[in-house]
């Protein structure tokens, strides 16, 4: 089945420790993206890569990394510097033209503790 | 700075009857328009989606409208159903700024269909 795997669902590290989310997909999409929710709120974009090599800043990158080293795979590294990290992280990938919706992975809840 | 705001929270709807829920956007540069449904603990799924260059698209039971004038979107759903019970997020894109798939997403509305 294509689709879009994000590992683990639940996460916990302590504080001070980076952290990096994994997300794949299969659908030979090239464009990929992350994704935080917070309680009440809508999704805001952290990050967004539209080719291999290359990535660009969303809404709210400071203290997040991002990698696309490959077309299927796009890991996000929350790293110390995220001030505020607790949220559900979500990945999607879209094909390269502009009515192809985003289709979107089940998430990665982080908890820092 | 909220581009894209859904101003209800939460829609109750009984079974059978229509569920409408509302989308405002303030970025003129705003031409694509998609509506998301989500259940807890998973990732949203695409409903439906509208291009400025039309006011209606329609599929099965949703029908989402766009009003460019008064910048509002709205989906409608026919007949509601129980598991239609979910979060539904607006979401707006700019094609002509080069960031063809970058999405802007509103608060979204819980939707409530009761039985």
């Known amino acids: 089945d294509g689709g879009i795997t994000q590992s683990p669902k639940y996460l916990f590290r302590k504080e001070g420790q980076n952290v990096t989310l994994s997300c794949e997909q299969n659908?030979?999409?090239?464009?990929m993206y992350w994704y935080r929710q917070d309680p009440g709120q809508g999704l805001r974009l952290i990050y967004y890569?539209?080719?291999?090599?290359?990535?660009q800043k969303g809404d709210i990158a400071e203290g997040y990394s991002v990698s696309r080293e490959k077309k299927e795979s796009f890991p996000l590294t929350v790293t110390s510097a995220q001030k505020n990290p607790t949220a559900f992280y979500l990945c999607a990938s879209s094909g390269q033209f502009f009515n192809q919706p985003q289709h979107f992975g089940d998430g990665t809840r982080l908890s820092i503790l | 700075d909220q581009q894209v705001k859904q101003n209800s929270p939460s829609l109750s709807v009984q079974e059978g009857r229509i569920s409408i829920l509302n989308c405002d956007y303030t970025?003129?540069?705003?031409?694509?328009f998609l509506w998301y449904k989500k259940y807890p603990a998973e990732g949203p799924t695409f409903l439906i989606s509208i291009s400025s260059i039309k006011d209606k698209n329609e599929d099965g039971r949703f029908t989402v409208f766009l009003n460019k004038s008064a910048k509002h979107l709205s989906l409608h759903i026919v007949p509601s159903q129980p598991g239609d019970s979910a979060v539904y997020f607006c979401?707006?894109?700019?094609?002509?700024?080069?960031?063809?798939?970058?999405?802007?997403f509103g608060t979204g509305t819980r939707l409530q269909v009761t039985l």
């Open positions: 890569s539209q080719i291999v090599n290359d990535f």
């Open positions: 659908l030979n999409h090239d464009a």
């Open positions: 979401a707006a894109s700019a094609l002509n700024t080069g960031t063809a798939s970058k999405l802007t």
């Open positions: 970025n003129s540069m705003f031409d694509y």
